[in-house]
C-alpha cells in the first residue's frame, strides 16, 4: 500500500520568516514525489518534484523540498514567505514504476503581514 | 492560465437531475483526468484516459459517467447523484501517461452541490 501524510491541517507563518510545510511517505520502492499548489478558486498548480539525483530541489516561487530517505520525508521549504504564498499545498507521491499519483489531505498555509 | 478549462464553475442540481461537466485542454496532452476533491480528505482519482482510451476506473459509482471524444475534450455525465457527491471536481492533462513522473495540469474545477 501507499500512502503520504502531511501531518499539519494547518501553518501560520509571519511575513518574511522561514517556512516549512511537512510531508511524509511511505511507499514500497524509490518514489517520485511531488508538490501542488492550490490558490483560491484554483486548481492545483504543479510546484517540484524529485525523481532522481540530487536531494535538495528546487521549484517556483522560491520553494525547494528536501528528500529525506531514512525518515522517508519531503518537506516544503521557502528561506522567506510572502503573503502571496498564502494558500493550500499538497504533497503527492507515486512510487517508481507504479503509475498512480496518491495525493495528501493538504496544509493550509497562511502568511501573516 | 493552465491551459486546463472547465465549465461551469458552478453548478447545483437536484437528485434527479442530469447533468454534465466539461474538460478542454489546449496544451496537446495525450492523457486527461477526473479527480474528487473534498474538503480534508485527498484528491480521489475518478477516472484516467490515455489516447481517448480508458485507462483507468477507480471503483467509481455508475452515476458518474465519463466521456472522451478526443484527446482534447473530457466530459463527466452525472445522473441521479446524492448530496455525499457535492465536491470539487477537478480536471487534469498531462503530456503522456507513462512511468508515472509527468507533472499535472489542472483546470480551475467545477463546485458541485447536489440538494
Known amino acids: 500500500a501507499q500512502s503520504v501524510a502531511q501531518p499539519e491541517d494547518q501553518v501560520n507563518v509571519a511575513e518574511g520568516n522561514p517556512l516549512t510545510v511537512k510531508c511524509t511517505y511511505s511507499v514500497s520502492g524509490n518514489p517520485y514525489l511531488f508538490w501542488y499548489v492550490q490558490y483560491p478558486n484554483r486548481g492545483l498548480q504543479f510546484l517540484l518534484k524529485y525523481i532522481t539525483g540530487d536531494n535538495l530541489v528546487k521549484g517556483s516561487y522560491g520553494f525547494e523540498a528536501e528528500f529525506n530517505k531514512s525518515q522517508t520525508s519531503f518537506h516544503l521549504k521557502k528561506p522567506s514567505a510572502l503573503v502571496s504564498d498564502s494558500a493550500l499545498y499538497f504533497c503527492a507521491v507515486n512510487p517508481f514504476g507504479n503509475e498512480k499519483l496518491t495525493f495528501g489531505t493538504g496544509t493550509r498555509l497562511t502568511i501573516i503581514p | 492560465e493552465t491551459g486546463v478549462t472547465q465549465t461551469p464553475r458552478h453548478l447545483v442540481m437536484g437528485m434527479t437531475n442530469k447533468k454534465s461537466l466539461k474538460c478542454e485542454q489546449h496544451?496537446?496532452?495525450?492523457?486527461m483526468y477526473w479527480y474528487k476533491q473534498s474538503a480534508k480528505k485527498p484528491l480521489e482519482l475518478m477516472f484516467v484516459?490515455?489516447?481517448?482510451?480508458?485507462?483507468e476506473n477507480n471503483s467509481v459509482p455508475s452515476r458518474f459517467s465519463p466521456e472522451c471524444p478526443n484527446s482534447s475534450h473530457l466530459f463527466l455525465h452525472l445522473h441521479t447523484l446524492q448530496p455525499e457527491d457535492s465536491a470539487l471536481y477537478l480536471c487534469?492533462?498531462?503530456?503522456?501517461?507513462?512511468?508515472?513522473?509527468?507533472?499535472?495540469?489542472f483546470g480551475s474545477g467545477t463546485q458541485l452541490s447536489v440538494l
Open positions: 496544451l496537446g496532452h495525450n492523457a
Open positions: 484516459y490515455s489516447l481517448e482510451e480508458r485507462v
Open positions: 487534469a492533462s498531462s503530456q503522456d501517461k507513462g512511468t508515472g513522473d509527468e507533472k499535472l495540469f
